[in-house]
């Protein structure tokens, strides 16, 4: 099936033909602006019968979408690991509100408190409900190879810093995706309230309707153990560390 996305031309039996302009993978409403019309039409994927432009059904949920990029995301950087490129890190955490988890490519030194920052590096899960893309000029859908093509030209500087032997990081993350994809992703934050660092890797489902983790205990990554303080956790330690004109809330994802 064809990706839906904003900007996806479709045909609709009473309004013709439309442009999308919003999507919400949740729920399965969209809108749509069709002919000169200035107001939108907001539309249920599964009762109101849309079509691609060119007549294809587009049939809601045959399969659960993912709720966040997080999974897609490991098996990019599996894949650059394989060719060379093992100085790249994916570092995610949890939104204030637990709903949604943030992310975050980055690429050079292996600092977890200290990451710098690239555009179109980082995002959430909860932008991704409504426009399932990266940032770097992908496309919804796009398989792990495209990804990675689709990085390399849009951040070629970027990329070229993630060049290099991470070996003790590279074999933990391969251990990490063996185990949890295409189902379930990684979390490095947790909420101190809950208590002091879990003993193991935090697994969270990337979409609904998926069961419960019952897969083999995961370690943090290397290096991890010598960053935590005992005092606070590392999703509050890491909002001090921001770049200057930065927000928790734009910057972060």
């Given at each position: 099936m064809k990706p839906?996305?904003?900007?996806?031309?479709?045909?609709?039996?009473?309004?013709?033909?439309?442009?999308?302009?919003?999507?919400?993978?949740?729920t399965g409403w969209i809108s749509a602006r069709f002919g000169s019309e200035v107001r939108t039409l907001d539309l249920n994927l599964a009762t109101d019968e849309v079509q691609h432009a060119d007549g294809e059904p587009i049939l809601f949920r045959r399969r659960p979408p993912d709720r966040m990029p997080h999974a897609r995301l490991m098996a990019m950087v599996r894949e650059l690991h394989r060719a060379g490129y093992q100085r790249l890190?994916?570092?995610?955490?949890?939104?204030?509100?637990?709903?949604?988890?943030?992310?975050?490519?980055?690429?050079?030194?292996?600092n977890w408190m200290e990451r710098p920052w690239r555009e179109g590096w980082y995002g959430s899960g909860s932008d991704y409900n409504f426009n399932p893309v990266m940032g770097w000029g992908d496309t919804p859908g796009e398989p792990t190879e495209q990804l990675v093509r689709t990085l390399a030209k849009f951040d070629p500087q970027g990329l070229a810093q993630a060049?290099?032997?991470?070996?003790?990081?590279t074999e933990w993350f391969e251990r990490v995706c063996a185990a949890l994809l295409p189902d379930y992703a990684y979390?490095?934050?947790?909420d101190s309230r809950d208590g002091p660092v879990?003993?193991?890797?935090?697994?969270?489902?990337?979409r609904r309707g998926v069961p419960e983790y019952n897969g083999p205990a995961l370690s943090w990554p290397p290096g991890w153990a010598r960053l935590w303080t005992g005092s606070r956790s590392l999703v509050t330690t890491r909002f001090s560390v921001l770049p200057a004109g930065a927000s928790t809330d734009t910057a972060a994802g």
């Amino acid at each position: 099936m064809k990706p839906v996305a904003p900007g996806t031309v479709i045909f609709h039996r009473h309004r013709g033909y439309g442009v999308i302009t919003a999507v919400n993978l949740l729920t399965g409403w969209i809108s749509a602006r069709f002919g000169s019309e200035v107001r939108t039409l907001d539309l249920n994927l599964a009762t109101d019968e849309v079509q691609h432009a060119d007549g294809e059904p587009i049939l809601f949920r045959r399969r659960p979408p993912d709720r966040m990029p997080h999974a897609r995301l490991m098996a990019m950087v599996r894949e650059l690991h394989r060719a060379g490129y093992q100085r790249l890190y994916l570092y995610s955490w949890p939104r204030p509100s637990g709903l949604h988890w943030r992310w975050h490519l980055f690429a050079g030194q292996r600092n977890w408190m200290e990451r710098p920052w690239r555009e179109g590096w980082y995002g959430s899960g909860s932008d991704y409900n409504f426009n399932p893309v990266m940032g770097w000029g992908d496309t919804p859908g796009e398989p792990t190879e495209q990804l990675v093509r689709t990085l390399a030209k849009f951040d070629p500087q970027g990329l070229a810093q993630a060049l290099g032997r991470d070996e003790d990081h590279t074999e933990w993350f391969e251990r990490v995706c063996a185990a949890l994809l295409p189902d379930y992703a990684y979390t490095l934050g947790w909420d101190s309230r809950d208590g002091p660092v879990p003993p193991t890797l935090p697994i969270i489902p990337v979409r609904r309707g998926v069961p419960e983790y019952n897969g083999p205990a995961l370690s943090w990554p290397p290096g991890w153990a010598r960053l935590w303080t005992g005092s606070r956790s590392l999703v509050t330690t890491r909002f001090s560390v921001l770049p200057a004109g930065a927000s928790t809330d734009t910057a972060a994802g």
